[in-house]
């Protein structure tokens, strides 16, 4: 007798995972906007300080504002949806102009004018593209115990730019930390937290963006609100490639300019395995190759451009972790609204003119939420019978180091008097703990005998006073399993 196969109404339909979720437009566009606003302070940071440092007049600035959200636009948009099997890692990551540049970028500018610069990031660029594959292979070496502790200190050391955007960036200066700033900041916040919890739905899921938008209303009677800004912009404008001329090439600049590159791949490996924890996303090699080659690609572009390598954004990834939306085409909506913002200077003029105490409110929420998903990534790694807390330790306390040494400008002093690679290197909290991470869980759990699992079972029957059911296959969350 011939079994009938079950009606297409029968069949179970497979679930779609929540990053690939499509949510209607209307949400699409609101959430969206709510990633733009939460890394605009940030993205546009880069061009004014480098502008301003090489004494760039106004009109030059704004061009490198509007190139960087061009750039960004474009790299979001492909991490969010993807190219073929080459570029983009598929999930919820907002790209933005990496701080790790700014230093470098000045250094070779003064000494070597800006066609220099961008000749060096072509080069990097295409380095990265070269290297992102074998890069990506280091994902086996970054368990919970590294992953943990970089993703807390993504989290922490963004905590002093956050203060910096409620308080002041000079400490020094006679309007730093003003009472009235710093309330506004508080009220940001107590508003996003009563907006989450007694907010369902749809309007919980956007309560960063409500606190924003109340704290920017409260700001119009303080005089935080200019809007010149906006009516000297153009309604579009966007710069021709190779603006300041011909690259040139230094072999010095170039170095330079990889070492930032790598720096980059660090500070993003980290950020998307704290994206892929959050959505509950397995990454493969291939995974994180893709999203790095992204990040290549971007130095590329920004090379074409006059715009920067772009790295993804630990607060958009603390915006992820709180509203719970998980799907990428949010993301990639922020990364087309980015994208037009680059060739509508008005449109990112307007965002730009929300004060940066309101961001900093929103922000400083959205830094410490990235700190709490590293505590939550730590709670996998048994810490009984090995030295994975002197790993944790040792690596967020030296890490730390750059983020709270610093200068009056917030700027990182604890280096200052190392070579200029050495400043690249190590001036960077998220890269010198990935590297004291990486290096510490190998010499204790890769480079000879690893604690027997048997001994650690026997350690948690006499804490526990129960018996150990079989040995756990890796024990302490480095990634070393039993034979």
């Known amino acids: ?36 606003f939460i890394m605009y302070a940030g993205a546009v940071a880069v061009p004014f300080i480098v502008g301003n440092a090489l004494k760039l007049d106004a009109a030059t600035i704004a061009l490198l504002v509007n190139a960087d959200l061009l750039v960004a636009g474009i790299a979001t948009i492909i991490q969010a949806v993807g190219i073929s099997t080459l570029f983009g890692v598929r999930l919820p990551v907002v790209a933005g102009a990496t701080f790790t540049v700014v230093s470098p970028m000045i250094t070779i500018a003064a000494k070597h004018g800006l066609p220099t610069v961008y000749g060096a990031m ?3 660029g295409v380095f990265g593209l070269l290297i992102a594959k074998p890069f990506s292979k280091l994902i086996r070496f970054f368990p919970p115990v590294v992953a943990g502790t970089v993703i807390m200190i993504i989290g922490l050391s963004l905590i002093g730019p956050g203060a910096g955007m409620i308080a002041g960036h000079d400490t020094q200066a006679a309007d730093y930390a003003q009472v009235s700033h710093i309330a506004l900041a508080f009220g940001v916040v107590a508003l996003l937290v009563l907006a989450t919890r007694f907010l369902h739905g749809f309007l919980g899921q956007i309560a960063p963006l409500l606190a924003l938008v109340a704290g920017t209303l409260a700001s119009i009677p303080m005089g935080l609100l200019h809007l010149d800004g906006v009516k000297a912009a153009s309604w579009f404008g966007v710069a021709s490639p190779f603006h300041f001329g011909a690259p040139r090439f230094d072999a010095a600049a170039i170095i330079s300019m990889c070492i930032v590159l790598l720096v980059t791949y660090t500070e993003s490996t980290a950020d998307m395995l704290a994206v892929a924890e959050m959505t509950d996303r397995r990454l493969s090699d291939a995974d994180i190759a893709r999203g790095l080659a992204t990040d290549g690609l971007s130095a590329v572009l920004g090379g074409f451009m006059n715009s920067f390598p772009d790295t993804a954004y630990a607060e958009n990834v603390g915006l992820v972790q709180m509203t719970r939306v998980r799907s990428r085409w949010v993301v990639a909506v922020a990364g087309a609204m980015l994208l037009v913002m680059g060739l509508v200077p008005k449109v990112g003029a307007f965002v730009a003119a929300v004060p940066e105490p309101v961001v900093g409110g929103a922000a400083l929420v959205m830094f410490a939420m990235v700190t709490a998903v590293g505590v939550q990534t730590l709670r996998k790694v048994d810490f009984s019978g090995n ?40 001036g960077s909290p998220i890269t010198l703990t990935v590297i004291l991470a990486f290096a510490l869980n190998l010499l204790f759990n890769h480079i000879g005998p690893a604690t027997p699992p048997a001994a650690i079972a026997a350690q948690r029957t006499a804490a526990d006073g129960e018996s150990a059911v079989g040995p756990d296959p890796d024990p302490d969350g480095t990634g070393v399993t039993a034979a």
């Open 1 to 36: 007798m011939q079994s009938q196969s079950a009606p297409d109404s029968d069949r179970p339909v497979a679930a779609v995972h929540p990053v690939d979720e499509v949510l209607p437009p209307s949400r699409l566009a609101v959430l969206g906007l709510q990633h733009v």
């Open 122 to 124: 072509l080069v990097s």
């Open 387 to 426: 030295h994975n807390l002197l790993v944790v330790a040792v690596s967020l306390g030296v890490g730390l180091l750059p983020a709270v040494a610093t200068d009056r400008f917030g700027n990182e002093i604890f280096f200052r008097n190392f070579p200029d690679w050495a400043q690249t290197v190590f």
